[in-house]
């Protein structure tokens, strides 16, 4: 199980963190993933770091202002997500998937053993 948290309202150029809490599972053997869907969109995959956390994939939209991180001890992975803009728009959600794909391939082909239920983020003045 997955859970994710952290989500809200914020304004444009704001920051979030989100949180991805994993139970009955042992993250560290798990790439993780944060995906989102906007209205009327289809899911993207937008970051994905491998379980030793030495590979990490960004999507191009998010790069520069999104940072993907892990911290295995507490079974839980991040997602920091600066400079917001309305298009960021979306809910977010977190999968974890056993580590047997690129972190590109997770992203792209949206591979997840556990998805979690999704945590929603408005951007907006």
């Known amino acids: 199980q997955v859970v994710e948290s952290g989500g809200g309202l914020v304004q444009p150029g704001g920051s979030l963190r989100l949180s991805c809490a994993a139970s009955?599972?042992?993250?560290?053997?798990?790439?993780l993933g944060w995906f989102r869907q906007a209205p009327g969109k289809r899911r993207e995959g937008i970051s994905c770091?491998?379980?030793?956390?030495?590979?990490?994939y960004y999507e191009d939209s998010v790069k520069g202002r999104f940072t993907i991180s892990r911290d295995n001890a507490k079974n839980t992975a991040y997602l920091e997500m600066n400079s917001l803009k309305p298009e960021d728009t979306a809910v977010y959600y977190c999968?974890?998937?056993?580590?047997?794909?690129?972190?590109?391939?997770?992203?792209?082909?949206?591979?997840?053993?556990?998805w979690g239920q999704g945590t929603q983020v408005t951007v907006s003045s």
């Open positions: 770091i491998n379980s030793s956390g030495d590979s990490i």
């Open positions: 999968a974890a998937v056993w580590d047997r794909y690129t972190v590109r391939e997770m992203c792209s082909q949206h591979r997840g053993d556990y």
């Open positions: 009955e599972i042992t993250l560290g053997y798990y790439a």
